[in-house]
Protein backbone atom coordinates (compact mmCIF):
# COMPACT_ATOMS: atom_id res chain seq x y z
CA UNK A 1 0.00 0.00 0.00
CA UNK A 2 2.73 2.63 -0.13
CA UNK A 3 4.71 4.69 3.12
CA UNK A 4 2.20 5.67 4.98
CA UNK A 5 2.34 8.30 8.01
CA UNK A 6 5.98 8.13 9.00
CA UNK A 7 7.13 6.78 5.70
CA UNK A 8 6.34 3.36 7.25
CA UNK A 9 5.17 0.52 4.52
CA UNK A 10 1.79 -0.69 4.99
CA UNK A 11 1.12 -3.85 3.85
CA UNK A 12 -1.96 -6.29 3.53
CA UNK A 13 -2.50 -9.77 3.19
CA UNK A 14 -4.95 -10.48 -0.28
CA UNK A 15 -7.49 -13.41 0.29
CA UNK A 16 -6.40 -15.83 -2.84
CA UNK A 17 -9.39 -15.14 -4.81
CA UNK A 18 -8.63 -11.63 -4.92
CA UNK A 19 -5.13 -11.88 -5.44
CA UNK A 20 -6.66 -13.87 -8.68
CA UNK A 21 -8.08 -11.06 -9.59
CA UNK A 22 -5.69 -8.76 -9.14
CA UNK A 23 -3.25 -11.21 -11.28
CA UNK A 24 -5.98 -11.06 -13.97
CA UNK A 25 -6.05 -7.00 -14.07
CA UNK A 26 -2.29 -7.40 -14.25
CA UNK A 27 -2.42 -9.11 -17.27
CA UNK A 28 -5.02 -6.47 -18.81
CA UNK A 29 -3.27 -3.57 -17.97
CA UNK A 30 0.27 -4.11 -16.80
CA UNK A 31 1.49 -4.73 -13.55
CA UNK A 32 1.91 -1.78 -11.04
CA UNK A 33 3.00 -1.57 -7.39
CA UNK A 34 -1.28 -0.75 -6.61
CA UNK A 35 -3.79 -2.43 -6.75
CA UNK A 36 -5.49 0.58 -8.50
CA UNK A 37 -4.36 2.23 -11.56
CA UNK A 38 -4.67 3.40 -15.24
CA UNK A 39 -4.16 1.36 -17.94
CA UNK A 40 -1.59 3.80 -18.75
CA UNK A 41 0.09 2.72 -15.89
CA UNK A 42 0.01 5.66 -13.56
CA UNK A 43 -1.79 5.54 -10.13
CA UNK A 44 -5.40 7.27 -9.93
CA UNK A 45 -5.54 9.80 -7.22
CA UNK A 46 -8.12 9.80 -4.48
CA UNK A 47 -11.27 12.04 -5.79
CA UNK A 48 -10.84 9.74 -9.16
CA UNK A 49 -11.41 6.86 -6.41
CA UNK A 50 -14.31 7.82 -4.22
CA UNK A 51 -16.09 8.86 -7.25
CA UNK A 52 -16.00 5.22 -8.27
CA UNK A 53 -16.28 3.60 -5.11
CA UNK A 54 -20.09 3.48 -4.83
CA UNK A 55 -20.35 1.97 -8.43
CA UNK A 56 -17.80 -0.87 -7.22
CA UNK A 57 -19.70 -1.91 -4.13
CA UNK A 58 -22.68 -1.95 -5.84
CA UNK A 59 -21.48 -4.09 -8.98
CA UNK A 60 -19.85 -6.38 -5.67
CA UNK A 61 -23.02 -6.54 -4.54
CA UNK A 62 -22.20 -5.38 -1.04
CA UNK A 63 -25.31 -4.58 1.23
CA UNK A 64 -24.18 -0.63 2.25
CA UNK A 65 -27.22 -1.20 4.95
CA UNK A 66 -27.44 2.63 5.38
CA UNK A 67 -23.61 2.82 6.28
CA UNK A 68 -21.45 5.10 4.88
CA UNK A 69 -18.17 3.37 3.36
CA UNK A 70 -15.32 4.69 1.76
CA UNK A 71 -11.55 3.34 1.13
CA UNK A 72 -10.33 3.49 4.09
CA UNK A 73 -13.07 1.60 5.73
CA UNK A 74 -11.23 -1.63 4.64
CA UNK A 75 -8.70 -1.13 6.97
CA UNK A 76 -11.01 -1.29 9.51
CA UNK A 77 -12.42 -3.99 8.38
CA UNK A 78 -9.29 -6.08 7.96
CA UNK A 79 -8.42 -4.91 11.47
CA UNK A 80 -11.88 -6.47 12.64
CA UNK A 81 -11.30 -9.44 10.62
CA UNK A 82 -7.59 -10.14 11.85
CA UNK A 83 -8.59 -9.70 15.07
CA UNK A 84 -11.99 -12.13 15.07
CA UNK A 85 -9.32 -14.91 13.71
CA UNK A 86 -7.66 -14.49 16.73
CA UNK A 87 -4.41 -12.51 15.10
CA UNK A 88 -2.99 -10.20 18.44
CA UNK A 89 -3.66 -6.85 18.55
CA UNK A 90 0.23 -6.25 18.44
CA UNK A 91 0.42 -7.67 15.04
CA UNK A 92 -2.47 -5.74 14.15
CA UNK A 93 -1.01 -2.59 14.76
CA UNK A 94 2.24 -3.86 12.78
CA UNK A 95 0.17 -4.19 9.83
CA UNK A 96 -1.65 -1.15 9.97
CA UNK A 97 1.22 0.71 10.57
CA UNK A 98 -0.03 2.29 14.44
CA UNK A 99 2.64 3.54 16.62
CA UNK A 100 -0.28 3.44 19.22
CA UNK A 101 -1.85 0.89 20.28
CA UNK A 102 -4.91 3.45 21.54
CA UNK A 103 -5.45 3.75 17.31
CA UNK A 104 -5.49 0.33 16.52
CA UNK A 105 -8.16 -0.24 18.78
CA UNK A 106 -10.26 2.29 17.52
CA UNK A 107 -10.26 0.08 14.43
CA UNK A 108 -11.99 -2.78 15.95
CA UNK A 109 -15.61 -3.16 15.51
CA UNK A 110 -17.31 -5.87 17.99
CA UNK A 111 -19.15 -8.14 15.22
CA UNK A 112 -22.67 -10.14 15.83
CA UNK A 113 -20.37 -13.04 15.70
CA UNK A 114 -17.65 -11.36 18.22
CA UNK A 115 -20.41 -10.96 20.59
CA UNK A 116 -21.69 -14.62 20.25
CA UNK A 117 -18.76 -16.14 20.46
CA UNK A 118 -18.00 -13.97 23.54
CA UNK A 119 -21.70 -14.78 25.41
CA UNK A 120 -20.70 -18.70 24.89
CA UNK A 121 -17.61 -18.34 26.53
CA UNK A 122 -19.25 -16.47 29.23
CA UNK A 123 -21.92 -19.41 29.43
CA UNK A 124 -19.15 -22.24 29.68
CA UNK A 125 -17.29 -20.69 32.18
CA UNK A 126 -20.53 -20.38 34.55
CA UNK A 127 -21.27 -24.01 33.61
CA UNK A 128 -17.92 -24.68 34.38
CA UNK A 129 -18.44 -22.72 38.05
CA UNK A 130 -21.99 -24.39 38.60
CA UNK A 131 -20.34 -27.82 37.85
CA UNK A 132 -17.17 -27.10 40.04
CA UNK A 133 -14.64 -27.05 37.27
Do not use: C
Not at 15 to 33: A, T
Not at 42 to 68: C, V, Y
Not at 75 to 84: D, F
Not at 102 to 117: A, D, W
Amino acid sequence: MGPGKGKRLREAPFDPILQEGIKKLWKENGQHEFVVSLKNGKTPGPSWIRKRFKKWIERAGIELGGRKIVPHSFRYSLATMLEERGVSLRHIQDLLGHSDMKTTKGYLHSTEKTIRVIGQKITEAREGLVLGI
